[in-house]
């Protein structure tokens, strides 16, 4: 047993954002997958879930979940049928993280190696668990999942919160300077405050 992992997931409508592919968005002249996966620079593999564009310049294993559209839950399950039961851990992340960082992944990372715990999380100032900004343990990850499959007849539709009904996760709090790796970009003035923090 041992090393990292990442599983992307970059398969969200967009609805709030008129449909627009989210991952290939830019903040600060890098698309936000693009950055997403910089934070986990040294993870073997990294898996997106979704599509990429043809000239994608980060080498990735990519997939998508069957039936396509089947939310975070079936995304994540798919992303983590390319992980080698081996890997100890896995990062499970958003793609429109693009204030992500590889500092932010290790806090997570020594988190969740000093503590019995499923997964290690980003709580955000409001008292929220961004369940798509953590690192899991592999295995703890998988028989999370196979326990929704069970208790709902399937992962189609879950919801990614099903998780922390068959799972322990640390609740990490960001302390240092600068902004908050959870910031996700859901709307365009979402994408205007990343820009601003980015600069």
Same mark, same amino acid.
């Given at each position: 047993? &041992? #090393?990292?992992? /990442?599983?992307?997931? $970059? +398969?969200? *409508?967009?609805?709030?954002?008129?449909?627009?592919?989210?991952?290939? !968005?830019?903040?600060?002249?890098?698309?936000?997958?693009?950055?997403?996966?910089?934070?986990?620079?040294?993870?073997?593999?990294?898996?997106?879930?979704?599509?990429?564009?043809?000239?994608?310049?980060?080498?990735?294993?990519?997939?998508?979940?069957?039936?396509?559209? &089947? #939310?975070?839950? /079936?995304?994540?399950? $798919? +992303?983590? *049928?390319?992980?080698?039961?081996?890997?100890?851990?896995?990062?499970? !992340?958003?793609?429109?993280?693009?204030?992500?960082?590889?500092?932010?992944?290790?806090?997570?990372?020594?988190?969740?190696?000093?503590?019995?715990?499923?997964?290690?999380?980003?709580?955000?100032?409001?008292?929220?668990?961004?369940?798509?900004?953590?690192?899991?343990?592999?295995?703890?990850?998988?028989?999370?999942? $196979?326990?929704? *499959?069970?208790?709902?007849?399937?992962?189609?539709?879950?919801?990614?919160?099903?998780?922390?009904?068959?799972?322990?996760?640390?609740?990490?709090?960001?302390?240092?300077?600068?902004?908050?790796?959870?910031?996700?970009?859901?709307?365009?003035?979402?994408?205007?405050?990343?820009?601003?923090?980015?600069?």
């Amino acid at each position: 047993m &041992g #090393g990292f992992a /990442a599983v992307v997931l $970059a +398969g969200g *409508a967009a609805r709030r954002m008129g449909g627009a592919d989210k991952p290939t !968005l830019t903040v600060a002249g890098q698309s936000m997958l693009t950055r997403v996966l910089a934070a986990v620079h040294d993870a073997d593999p990294r898996v997106v879930v979704g599509r990429i564009p043809s000239d994608f310049p980060v080498p990735v294993h990519v997939t998508r979940e069957e039936p396509a559209g &089947g #939310g975070p839950v /079936a995304a994540a399950s $798919a +992303g983590l *049928a390319l992980v080698p039961e081996r890997v100890t851990y896995t990062a499970l !992340l958003a793609a429109d993280l693009p204030l992500l960082t590889g500092e932010a992944i290790d806090v997570l990372r020594l988190t969740l190696e000093s503590a019995p715990m499923d997964g290690a999380v980003y709580r955000d100032t409001d008292g929220h668990l961004q369940l798509l900004c953590g690192v899991w343990r592999t295995a703890g990850l998988r028989t999370a999942l $196979a326990r929704v *499959a069970e208790t709902r007849g399937g992962l189609h539709g879950a919801p990614v919160r099903a998780l922390l009904e068959h799972s322990r996760v640390a609740e990490v709090s960001w302390r240092r300077p600068g902004p908050p790796p959870w910031f996700d970009c859901d709307t365009d003035d979402d994408l205007r405050t990343a820009e601003e923090w980015a600069r």
